[in-house]
Structures are given as C-alpha cells and as structure tokens.
C-alpha cells in the first residue's frame, strides 16, 4: 500500500441532551487520556562541590488543529486516465502524471514549534507519526490518532515500514520518490529547484534541521540541488512529506526525493563505519560488560585472571580464546536463570533430569518424608507415597523369544504354481 493512514475527518460536534447541557459522554475528551505534565530531572553541582538534584515540571500542551476542520476537504485526483483504482485513489490506464513533478505549491507547511502537542496516540506505545501534521493539513489536533512531534532517537520501527506507518517495497521506485525501500537504510534526501544564491548553503542547513539533527549538507550550487543527510532515519522520512512542494526564502517549489547511493569512495567508507559501529553497539548490549572490557583491552585485572584461571588446572596450559569465552558465557547464562526459592539440590535434580535409577528416588525425597507427613512441604509427593515408594525395587523384564521363523513362501517367483 501506497499510504496507510486515512484523509482526516472533521470533528463532530459535541453532543447534546434535551435540557441543552452536553450530555456526561461528550464531555469526556481525548485530554484526559495524556498526562498533564512532564517531569525532567536535572543533576548538577553548586559551588560546594555537591551535586543538586532538579525536578523540572513543565505543562504539556494538547496539538492544536492545523486547518480549519470546516472548511477542510479533501479534493478527488485530476481525471489523467481511463480508469479510477480505489485503492491508491488516482487515475490509471492513461499518460502517466507524477504528482511530484508538477510545480503545485503545497497547500499547507507545518510549523513545529506551534503545531505539535500531545494526542491520543501518546497513550499508546508504538504509534506513528501523522503524515497530515508533517504536511501542516490535519484537522484534528489533540483528537488525532497519530503523534503530532517530530521523531527522536527512541522512535524506533521496522525495516518494512517508516514513521507514518506505510508500508515499503522492495526497490525504490524510478524517480526516487515515494515511501522507499526496505533493503537499505536510507537517511539522505535530494534536494531539486533550489534558487541558487551567494548563502544557499545557510539557507538550506536553516530549513531543513527544523526537522531534526543534520548530519551531513552538501549544495551544488551549479545544479541547484543539494544532498540533506539525517542522523536518525525516521527524521529523514519526516522531513520529506514536511519539504515536499515547500518553498526556502524565494518561493520556489522544491523537488524532494531519496537520494542514490553516494559513489564516492569516502562516503560507502564512511556509512560502512557507521553500520559496523551499529553492529558492535549491538554486541556491547548483549555481552556482559566484564566480557566486553577484556575483549576491548580496558580491563586489565580480566587478562590476569584468565592467565591464573586460563588452565583449568593443567600445567603449562593457556585455554583459547573460544573456550575461554564460551565459559564465561555459560557462567553469565548460569547466574541469570531463575531458581527455586528454598528448593534444595535434591529437587532440582529429579527436575533436572540428572537422577540416576528408581532405586534411588526414595534416598533423594527421604528429607522431605517428615515435612510432607507434618503439612509443612511443598513436595508434589505425599508422605504415604513416600512411604510406599521406600521398598520399591526394580526388576528387570524378562526379554521375549523371537517368534519362530517360519516356511519360506515363493513369493515373486517365476512358478505360476504358487
């Protein structure tokens, strides 16, 4: 699908009963879902030397409505072809028109610094963006079923998928424009129909990290056109439905896409350091952090026990390196796993599976004979079973004799005899 999110609606007005007070459903607003209030806690040091704890609490303000949800509508696509698909709303069968090539100001820019405040999504873990708030076009406000912010670090979603919660394709479509693609991880924007001047590059870093951290900008002034790179990748999508159709301080129609990837060897050297960063970064948060110390040579303590422990008891031997951490491994996976509380040794091993013969599970449960007779055990086996289970003894079963063989039958044989 193309855009996952529906065109908003107007807001109904708020019922009212016969006496001409709103009536107890009405009044109860998404407002009272989201919490007031934000805490920020702040930690410095005064002139003392001592450190000085800060709570900051600050009121949250509900998102206000972009447009006026009385004269919103949403307008049908131009008649371009011959027949009209439902489910991507637009015209086919006719001369191909790309809504991005036409030089069709947008109707709306949203403005963070006054749009944004809470909804009713940020009651719900997960949620996504609204794309009609990054285009300044939402109705709705605070009654919005999307998040009405700009996305951070902690927005984090599959690789299917992008902010807004449309779905991506395999490959990018041929004018780069569109949702995307889910076979790379794309965080730069290409920038068309610039109005060149003498601080274009000002202009352009000004406009764009509205939108979020900026990495890298790159503007040439000969094409009018300029490369945008975000540090986050969802800042990237939003900045791209934000910029779509916008205009920097000469009114101009700006033609946003994704960029291709950079055939300068610096840069595919630069972005493979970073997703090998992001990969050691991962393994840093599932190692422990002794194990990841002695790997990265800030622990040296760790090397001089591994040389003392190393050998395992032998002479002259120095385990290596994939034992070794194979058993610091399986020492950090044993320290994590969740015991019985109070459960003796005994217990675990017939849980375990490492009692040996029938003989001698009566020994093993003896100990707990006279909790279970007193009501005082938590066994599953009663006092009397036990008892009975004392005098139990094993015996071997008798093997069967193999049954007798009998005649040979000419089956398949050439005779017809048989």
Not at 1 to 8: G, L, R, T, Y
Not at 337 to 342: A, D, K, S, W
Request: net charge negative; glycine share 8%; charged share 30%.
């Amino acid at each position: 699908m193309a855009e996952v999110q529906s065109p908003p609606a107007a807001t109904a007005p708020a019922a009212v009963d016969l006496t001409g007070e709103p009536s107890t459903a009405a009044a109860t607003t998404s407002t009272d879902l989201v919490p007031a209030t934000t805490e920020q806690t702040i930690i410095t040091t005064n002139a003392d030397g001592k450190k000085i704890k800060k709570i900051i609490r600050r009121k949250r303000r509900p998102a206000r409505p972009q447009v006026d949800p009385a004269t919103f509508k949403t307008e049908a696509p131009p008649p371009t072809g011959t027949i009209f698909n439902i489910w991507y709303n637009k015209w086919s069968g006719g001369d191909r028109e790309d809504k991005y090539l036409s030089k069709t100001a947008a109707p709306g820019r949203c403005v963070v610094a006054r749009d944004s405040g809470y909804t009713k999504a940020d009651k719900t873990p997960g949620s996504y963006f609204c794309l009609f708030f990054a285009r300044g076009i939402c109705p709705k406000g605070v009654d919005c079923e999307y998040l009405h912010r700009l996305p951070t670090v902690t927005d984090i979603y599959p690789s299917n998928i992008d902010c807004f919660g449309r779905d991506k394709f395999s490959d990018y479509r041929d004018d780069m424009g569109g949702v995307g693609s889910f076979q790379r991880q794309n965080r730069t924007l290409y920038v068309g129909r610039i109005h060149v001047t003498d601080d274009i590059e000002e202009i352009v870093a000004r406009h764009f990290q509205e939108w979020g951290q900026v990495e890298r900008t790159r503007v040439l002034t000969a094409r009018g056109v300029a490369f945008v790179t975000y540090l986050n990748e969802a800042n990237s999508q939003f900045a791209k439905e934000a910029m779509a159709h916008q205009g920097l301080d000469h009114s101009e129609i700006l033609n946003v896409r994704w960029a291709t990837v950079d055939p300068n060897p610096a840069a595919q050297k630069r972005e493979a350091r970073r997703i090998e960063e992001q990969a050691a970064e991962a393994i840093r948060k599932a190692l422990p952090a002794a194990y990841v110390a002695e790997i990265e040579g800030r622990d040296p303590e760790q090397k001089k026990r591994r040389k003392l422990e190393g050998g395992f008891g032998l002479q002259g031997y120095e385990a290596p390196d994939d034992v070794w951490f194979a058993k610091e491994k399986a020492e950090w996976d044993d320290a994590k796993e969740v015991h019985l509380v109070g459960a003796p040794d005994e217990q675990r091993m017939i849980e375990g599976g490492e009692a040996g013969d029938a003989d001698e599970y009566p020994a093993m449960l003896l100990p707990r004979e006279e909790e279970s007779q007193n009501g005082n055990g938590n066994g599953i086996l009663s006092g009397s079973t036990l008892a009975a289970l004392k005098g139990f003894k094993t015996t071997a079963a008798p093997k069967r004799a193999p049954p007798a063989a009998g005649p040979l039958v000419g089956y398949g044989s050439d005779d017809d005899s048989d």
